[in-house]
Structure formats: structure tokens, C-alpha cells
T-cell receptor, first 112, second 114 residues
Framework: DAKTTQPTSMDCAEGRAANLPCNHS???????VYWYRQIHSQGPQYIIH???NNETNEMASLIITEDRKSSTLILPHATLRDTAVYYC?????????????FGTGTRLTIIP | DTGVSQDPRHKITKRGQNVTFRCDPI?????LYWYRQTLGQGPEFLTY????????KSRLLSDRFSAERPKGSFSTLEIQRTEQGDSAMYLC????????????FGPGTRLTVT
């Protein structure tokens, strides 16, 4: 699976949009971009994933650049409960490649 | 709550003792995964099951570690002769069999080896 690079930490004001970047310059054509987050003392929580089109769900939006070498997770109206470590993971969605390979993620702090 | 559950949530043990953790996945999920997470790091994959079959094991899973899922439902992870380096959060996750499906994680078991 391709390696990802994320900033170590970010701050965002409550109520503003939080934009979390991820670089995955070695991504292959059959690799998806997944985002998980981990709130302190809890297990990771799935947020969203995509291949090449932008995706949106009730939690967030995922914007993937046309060359697929980077992506941005957007939390449209951040709340204090969004304070967490956010992991960007690139993964081939195929049988025999089931594990998730986490990096160290971005620690997002929402400021009141 | 029908999410993934883990028991116990916390375990303190002395070096050299054996410990066993249990994971109950979401009931209709065929796949079950174990990960380990040390302080400041992301989770690291240990092993996974498709029903009762253990299909992949990481090199992190030394011979002191064993995982089972005898009836394809709950799973246990046993660590024999614990070492201080085994202190970590042990996370369990489950997912349906469909390709690329997201994994749902439990709250984890925090192990402290003294």
C-alpha cells in the first residue's frame, strides 16, 4: 500500500471548516483513500473513503486531486467533539489485502 | 448497543503472566481483526479472521501470541509470558466480507505489564 504524509497537528476554530490534507504521491490506480479518526481513549472510527471522485457523507467531504496524489478531508462545521487524531490510509480494496496500515495521523484540536 | 465490544477494558499484569482478551464483533460481520497500538503511534495490524479461519498474521505476532475464533463469532487473543514491551492498547475490529468494506473498531483493551 502507498505511503501517506500528514501534518503532525492542526488547530481549527469551533464552527469553522477543518481542512485536513494528506499526500499520497505514490498511490496506484486501484488504491482507495480512506479516512479514520480516533478520539482519545476510543477505537478508530471510519469517516469516509473514495477512489477518484469527490465524496460526501453526513460526517465529512473528501476531495481528491485529479492526479490522485493528494486529498483533503473537510469537516464543514467543526465542533469540540471533532478533536481527535485523523488518519489518512491508502489501501487496495481487494481480497487478500484486508489490513489497514495506519501512520501517525494528524492531531486536530478544535479551539472554542 | 450492537457495536464491537471488548473485554476487559483494562488489564494490569505482572511480567511473565499470561493474559487473554475477548472480542465480540458486530453479529453479521464475517471478518474480525486484531491491532495493537502503542503510545503516540497508529494501530498496527496483528491478524485477521474470515469466519473461523485465520487468514493472515503479521510478523509482530510472535509465538507468544495466539488468536482464535473457534465458532466464527467471538475471538480471543492470548499473550503468554507477558513482557513489558507488550504494554499497549489491543484493538479489535470487524467488517462484512465485501471487498473494501470499512472496519468497525471496538473500544480496545489497555494492557499494562509491570
Amino acid at each position: 500500500d502507498a505511503k501517506t504524509t500528514q501534518p503532525t497537528s492542526m488547530d481549527c476554530a469551533e464552527g469553522r471548516a477543518a481542512n485536513l490534507p494528506c499526500n499520497h504521491s505514490t498511490i496506484s490506480g486501484n488504491e482507495y483513500v480512506y479516512w479514520y479518526r480516533q478520539i482519545h481513549s476510543q477505537g478508530p472510527q471510519y469517516i469516509i473513503h473514495g477512489l477518484k471522485n469527490n465524496e460526501t457523507n453526513e460526517m465529512a467531504s473528501l476531495i481528491i486531486t485529479e492526479d490522485r496524489k493528494s486529498s483533503t478531508l473537510i469537516l464543514p462545521h467543526a465542533t469540540l467533539r471533532d478533536t481527535a487524531v485523523y488518519y489518512c490510509i491508502v489501501r487496495v480494496a481487494d481480497f487478500g489485502n484486508e489490513k489497514l496500515t495506519f501512520g501517525t495521523g494528524t492531531r486536530l484540536t478544535i479551539i472554542p | 448497543d450492537t457495536g464491537v465490544s471488548q473485554d476487559p477494558r483494562h488489564k494490569i499484569t505482572k511480567r511473565g503472566q499470561n493474559v487473554t482478551f475477548r472480542c465480540d464483533p458486530i453479529s453479521e460481520h464475517n471478518r474480525l481483526y486484531w491491532y495493537r497500538q502503542t503510545l503516540g503511534q497508529g494501530p498496527e495490524f496483528l491478524t485477521y479472521f474470515q469466519n473461523e479461519a485465520q487468514l493472515e498474521k503479521s510478523r509482530l505476532l510472535s509465538d507468544r501470541f495466539s488468536a482464535e475464533r473457534p465458532k466464527g463469532s467471538f475471538s480471543t487473543l492470548e499473550i503468554q509470558r507477558t513482557e513489558q514491551g507488550d504494554s499497549a492498547m489491543y484493538l479489535c475490529a470487524s467488517s462484512p466480507s465485501a471487498v473494501g468494506y470499512e472496519q468497525y473498531f471496538g473500544p480496545g483493551t489497555r494492557l499494562t505489564v509491570t
